[in-house]
């Protein structure tokens, strides 16, 4: 019954810093997302991915880069950290076929970047 | 391109209060709507949602209602509760991106009082 789950819960990195953040989700969900929360800003989409192997950009895809060799992961990099991606992400899921609409949401990672 | 327009907060209450929180919309196809709700430190959890015109989507005392002419659809509830104090954020997804590129809109925080 874990549902969709992400880590670590926070982090703190320093400008420059590899950052991996893991999203897993156990309803084999087809649709998984990537969102980043900014005050004033709601939630902005950074990838989603319709299917293991088949990922596209979303809003504000710079900087990240994401992989899903796994239906249930979802990982997001930040290949270099920025203080500008010092933001709250959720990783969503939604299921394939009637309602795939509805996104169920993880319960965040808080990253600040130094 | 589509957009999500919500009021801006906070709105504060007093409990028992008549709640609204406005939303509107701009869309070129014809999206599914949704009102999605934020309790501190947790993730996204959707309220309630209407997939077309004057459906009525409701869920906990909460209501919404799809309302094409005006491009609304506003949040209401007719008596709230100190435990409904939270971030509401309005959403669309357009049926034509695959129905799975959600747009959020700002967030409303909502304080209440007892």
């Known amino acids: 019954d874990a549902g969709i789950t992400q880590s670590p819960r926070y982090k703190i990195t320093e400008t420059g810093r590899q950052v991996t953040l893991m999203c897993h989700q156990t309803?084999?969900?087809?649709?998984m997302f990537w969102y980043r929360q900014d005050l004033g800003h709601g939630l902005r989409l950074i990838y989603y991915?319709?299917?293991?192997?088949?990922?596209d950009k979303g809003e504000v895809p710079d900087g990240y880069v994401v992989s899903r060799s796994k239906t249930e992961n979802f990982p997001l990099t930040l290949e270099s950290a920025t203080r500008s991606q010092t933001s709250v992400y959720f990783c969503?899921?939604?299921?394939?076929?009637?309602?795939?609409?509805?996104?169920?949401f993880g319960p965040g990672t808080r990253l600040l970047v130094l | 391109g589509d957009s999500v327009t919500q009021m801006e907060g906070p709105v504060t209450l007093s409990e028992e209060a008549f709640l609204t929180i406005n939303c509107t919309y701009t869309?070129?196809?014809?999206?599914?709507l949704f009102w999605y709700v934020q309790y501190p430190g947790e993730g996204l959890q959707l309220l309630l949602k209407?997939?077309?015109?004057?459906d009525k989507g409701s869920n906990k005392g909460f209501e919404a209602t799809y309302r094409k002419e005006t491009t609304s659809f506003h949040l209401e509830k007719g008596s709230v509760q100190v435990s409904d104090s939270a971030v509401y954020f309005c959403?669309?997804?357009?049926?034509?991106?695959?129905?799975?590129?959600?747009?959020f809109g700002a967030g409303t925080r909502l304080f209440v009082k007892a």
């Open positions: 969503a899921s939604s299921p394939p076929r009637a309602g795939k609409e509805t996104q169920y």
């Open positions: 309803w084999s969900h087809s649709y």
């Open positions: 991915s319709a299917a293991a192997d088949i990922t």
């Open positions: 869309a070129t196809g014809y999206p599914s």
């Open positions: 209407a997939t077309k015109a004057d």
């Open positions: 959403a669309l997804s357009d049926l034509n991106t695959g129905g799975f590129k959600t747009i």
